[in-house]
């Protein structure tokens, strides 16, 4: 892998995927199989050897491990991933997170995690209700929640993620709320929640197809507008579709002495409702922002200097191509300008703050008001998005159609 | 040849009684055709001919035949189409012959189809020799096969020649019965040159090939003749028969058939029923022409909207050798542009769609047939309307008149009250009933065509498990209450699925359309009504309703790429989409609608 071209900056950020579960949920598409064998120790071997070849061009602001569950990585697995990190000068990043099971969270494994730098913790909690956990086929309990949740706590990690799902297929609103109040209750400084998306090729996928239950639409939005009320009650704000964080000054519950510093200059930080809230994760608001991005390890996605690239979702042949030294990429695509612009105004909508005019323009070459002007108008005209100030954003119910929003924002034809 | 000795008759079968079979038997008796030329079915040339035992154009064939007498006749078969459909064209055959051989399955017995025809044979006057053919079947029932004869069809039974074209029996009494029994032609009393066109066809290098019987005077090649209906004039450039190939002659003499070509390039110059003769003396037209009138309409449209030159051209190829088939350019907004066509009736209609898929590969969509109606205005015109689309505003219709048809079904005794149930249903009134023989009846009833447009033969034969038999000829028009049902989408109509209806029938229809058109069509980020309304007034309404969200939950780094994909995908999409009253509406929404229709 070349170090960084001439005149250029290293890429900024690092994604890495774990692609190991103990128990494969009912409703997950990514890639991840059982940690069996020797495997594990292969990967991890061959994922040092990747973060070899990308080093050079690589002096992270943030760093995300995803899964998959790399929690499920034995304390001697993550010493190897961590020490050669250290060694290739990864480890420095303003915002290290690492997802987490909560069946699998240890004392050791956190302290060893805290101590290497990592400063978020994303726990994969999805609902604390115990029939629909054995129904998304998850493996860990409510009560393993709280217990890693306060053992993450106690090795200090100041900046949490709770990940939670609705629109289970038997959750009810009542379910939903009781779910919502006491992760609300727990202060985490971050929440992820989704709805239930039904992948291709997975059981929900199927039992759904087999009319074994049928998907409540308008459930499904009353759910989500009860999140938005109570999140934002309890002091988060939402800045993406599926994510909310607090502010610094927001006092919520927990400890939330320290907010991470913002790093690249386009985070804004501050309190107004385009602004990013203090704990929104800026490894994802990287992606939406079009920052480039380095990918290692099975089915890890990537984005560096125009070009995409995607590994391969198998973990063997991806130890086997590192093994002989080089990265194992199963497609790269140039994106040309245009049309990764219209690509990058799309999914930058997501975020409740939208595109600054002047921001869209640095990141792509392209003017916003000039290229996309028809597609603004029709927006604002339905009352999905309106400008202030300096910037194009959707409003809140903009947001519940930013597919539609989205697909007019793209250019296939410059692809 | 001499007018005495020479035979002109055609055939007329109900599919499969074994026409075929036994023209191919009369081309070998004679001689025409050696054995080793034989192929199966000489006269069906189409696939589709051949596939669904249907003549779709006449394939006259020139034999000649040495009888017991001793002397040499030509004979010419006619072989005509066998559907009312084309009862112009047919009548128009049978008009160039003087007699017809009635083919009846000795086990099968008369069916609905020829009882249709043998009246359009005696309306000529022509001399019908009954044969029962497959006598050799073991279940063959001669004397009841006689008794239908006298019965149905008042021809004698013991006129009947026993057959078996299969076997070869009784090939010999039929060539006789022939010279004997069909009058030879005799010429009219024109007072020069003078034939009739009964049927054309296109050949890329001849261009339009004219079939004629001569009816005064004689044909040569090198001659000028005048078309009298297209007033144009032309040099006969070649005259020939058909054995059944086409071959040169130096003439045609009267009382023979053949072809001519003329150069011409455009078969709608050339028109069945037309008459030719001498320009510097014209004799008078033959009796019996008629423009060509379609009696059903319906929308053909590509289903890929891409296509649509593509259409143009194949319809106007297989127009060349079907003069018939009539079409104008219509646009709809459901399914873009496409053509407005006219056929015969439901057969032609079928084959058209038929052929555009198979012979020219389009793919294709039909709007709902409608048939002719004729509107007096209040101001006491006269319209005809074939597009429901362009119906007056009801306020200055006094009164609408409906195309009535007599239909004959043939069915089991066991189905009559399913069949006379399904009649009433669709607004048919019993005429008589028959009993044909120990197992089956035959209606004959009178029945607005709009009402057999769709499935009433699909349905006779489920009810009668593939026993039944059905066939029509034109009654004329009769008042009618008739109203106009659009389907509107947010308040705007959809053309494509307007129809003039029955006042009795609208309701029914108008919920069965807006309940599958609220199938299929996608939920939008607003509330869409569906709405049947006779005039302005709202007899069946569904509402689908608004979407209130499209987004998917996450989209992270490496979900990007493949939902950039799948909305990609959705936007190709909706370019092929089509806004009807701001609601975006897929094609193939409309198509599935009109489908199951
Ligand atoms: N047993 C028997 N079968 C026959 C006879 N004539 C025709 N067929 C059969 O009946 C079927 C239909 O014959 P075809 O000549 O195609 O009938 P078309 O539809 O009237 O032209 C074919 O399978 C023939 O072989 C016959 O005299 N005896
Ligand atoms: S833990 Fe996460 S990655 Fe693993 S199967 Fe469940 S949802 Fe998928
Ligand atoms: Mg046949």
Same mark, same amino acid.
């Given at each position: 892998m070349p170090a960084t071209p001439a005149g250029a900056e290293p890429v900024r950020s690092l994604y890495v995927h774990v692609p190991f579960c103990a128990h494969k949920c009912e409703y997950c598409a990514f890639y991840s199989a059982p940690p069996s064998g020797d495997v594990v120790n292969r990967y991890v071997a061959a994922l040092v050897r990747e973060l070899e070849l990308i080093a050079p061009d690589c002096r992270p602001n943030t760093i995300f491990f995803g899964g998959g569950t790399p929690s499920l990585l034995t304390l001697k697995q993550w010493e190897t991933v961590l020490l050669a990190m250290e060694r290739l000068g990864l480890t420095r990043a303003g915002e290290w997170t690492v997802e987490c099971n909560p069946a699998t969270v240890s004392a050791d494994k956190a302290k060893l995690l805290r101590d290497f730098g990592v400063n978020r913790i994303s726990m994969g909690v999805q609902s604390l209700d115990e029939q629909l956990l054995e129904r998304l086929g998850r493996i860990h309990t409510r009560d393993q929640v709280f217990r890693s949740f306060d053992t993450l706590r106690a090795a200090g990690f100041e900046n949490l993620n709770l990940d939670l799902m609705f629109a289970i297929p038997g959750q009810t609103m009542a379910l939903w709320q009781r779910t919502l109040d006491e992760a609300l209750a727990l202060g985490s400084e971050h929440l992820s929640c989704y709805e239930v998306i039904y992948e291709e090729d997975t059981p929900l996928f199927a039992q759904l197809n087999a009319g074994e239950f049928d998907v409540d639409e308008d459930l499904a939005c009353d759910l989500y507008d009860a999140l938005i009320d109570r999140s934002s009650a309890a002091g988060f704000r939402q800045y993406e579709i599926a994510n909310f964080a607090r502010d610094r000054r927001s006092n919520g519950q927990g400890p939330m002495t320290k907010a991470p510093e913002p790093q690249a200059g386009e985070l804004v930080i501050g309190n107004g409702p385009l602004d990013l809230p203090t704990f929104a994760c800026r490894h994802n608001v990287g992606y939406w922002r079009g920052l480039d991005s380095y990918g290692c390890g099975p089915s890890a996605s990537e984005y560096v200097r125009g070009l995409r690239a995607k590994n391969w979702s198998n973990t063997t042949l991806y130890c086997e191509q590192l093994e002989k030294g080089r990265r194992a990429k199963e497609m790269a695509e140039a994106l040309p300008p245009l049309g990764r612009a219209g690509e990058l105004a799309a999914f930058g909508? %997501?975020?409740? %703050?939208?595109?600054g005019f002047a921001e869209f323009t640095v990141r792509t070459g392209f003017d916003l008001r000039a290229g996309w002007q028809s597609e603004m108008g029709d927006l604002i005209r339905c009352g999905w998005a309106a400008v202030t100030g300096d910037r194009f954003h959707l409003t809140r119910a903009g947001l519940r159609f930013a597919d539609s929003a989205a697909e007019r924002f793209l250019r296939p034809e410059a692809l | 040849m001499d007018a005495a000795h020479i035979r002109n008759f055609s055939i007329i079968a109900h599919i499969d009684h074994g026409k075929t079979t036994l023209s191919d038997r009369l081309l070998h008796r004679t001689g025409t055709v050696a054995t080793r030329d034989m +192929?199966?079915?000489?006269?069906?040339?189409?696939d589709l001919e051949r596939e669904r035992g249907i003549t779709i154009k006449a394939h006259p064939v020139t034999m000649l035949y040495r009888a017991k007498n001793g002397e040499t006749y030509e004979l010419n078969l006619i072989d005509t189409p066998g559907h009312v459909d084309f009862a112009y064209e047919v009548s128009r055959s049978l008009s160039a012959c003087e007699g017809a051989l009635l083919i009846v399955d000795a086990a099968q017995g008369v069916e609905a189809q020829t009882v249709a025809n043998v009246h359009l044979a005696m309306k000529q006057g022509l001399h019908i020799i009954p044969v029962i053919n497959k006598i050799d079947l073991p279940h063959a029932n001669i004397p009841q096969a006689r008794q239908q004869l006298e019965d149905i069809l008042a021809i004698p039974g013991d006129e009947a020649i026993l057959a078996s074209a299969k076997e070869g029996i009784g090939i010999e009494d039929i060539l006789e019965a022939i010279v004997a029994r069909i009058p030879a032609p005799k010429p009219t009393d024109a007072p020069s040159f003078q034939a009739l066109i009964f049927d054309s066809y296109f050949d890329t290098y001849k261009g339009v090939v004219i079939l004629v019987r001569v009816t005064k005077g004689e044909l040569r090649a090198g001659m000028q003749v005048k078309l009298l209906h297209s007033g144009r004039t032309v040099e006969v450039k070649e005259v020939g028969s058909f054995n059944p190939k086409p071959y040169t002659r130096d003439r045609l003499e009267v009382g023979e058939t053949g072809y001519i070509t003329a150069n @011409?390039?455009?078969?709608? +110059?050339v028109k069945v029923g037309d008459t030719i003769t001498d320009p510097r003396n014209p004799s008078a037209e033959l009796p019996g022409f008629q423009e060509i009138h379609p009696m059903v309409f319906s929308g053909i449209y590509p @289903?890929?909207?891409?296509d649509y030159e593509q259409l143009k051209v194949s319809v106007a190829k297989l127009q060349l050798n079907d003069s018939a088939l009539t079409y104008q350019t219509e646009s709809s907004v459901a399914l873009g542009f496409g053509l407005r066509c006219g056929f015969l009736g439901l057969l032609h209609m079928e084959i058209v769609q038929e052929r555009l898929r198979r012979e020219f590969d389009m793919d294709i969509i039909a709007t709902y047939p409608s048939v002719v109606y004729r509107v007096l205005m209040t101001d006491r015109t006269e319209k005809e309307v074939d597009n429901p689309a362009f119906l007056p505003d009801v306020t200055y219709i006094e009164t609408i008149f409906e195309p009535i048809v007599k239909a004959f079904v043939i069915c089991p005794g066991d189905n009559i009250g399913d069949i006379m149930a399904l009649i009433s249903e669709k607004r048919g009134e019993i005429r008589h009933t028959e009993t044909l023989d120990a197992r089956r009846v035959m209606l004959t009833c009178k029945i607005p065509l709009n009402e057999i447009l769709i499935d009433f033969h699909d349905r006779i034969k489920s009810i009668t498990r593939g026993y039944g038999s059905m066939d029509y000829e034109p009654e004329g028009h009769e008042a009618s209450d008739m109203v106009k049902l659009d389907m509107m989408v947010n308040g705007e109509v959809m053309e494509a699925f307007s129809a003039l209806v029955h006042r009795t029938k609208a309701e029914a229809r108008g919920r069965t359309l807006a309940a599958k058109l609220k199938e299929v069509i996608p939920r939008q980020q607003f509330q869409v009504a569906i709405q049947a309304a006779i005039g302005g007034k709202i007899i069946a309404r569904e509402t689908v309703s608004a979407l209130r969200k499209d987004v998917t939950a996450k989209c992270y780094g490496g979900d990007i790429s493949r939902k950039r994909k799948l909305l990609e995908k959705q936007k190709e999409g909706k370019k092929r989409m089509k806004s009807v009253g701001s609601v975006e509406i897929p094609q193939e929404a409309f198509v599935e609608v009109l489908k199951t229709n």
């Open positions: 909508l %997501r975020m409740n %703050r939208g595109w | +192929e199966d079915q000489l006269l069906d040339a189409m @011409i390039k455009s078969p709608r +110059e @289903i890929n909207t891409a």
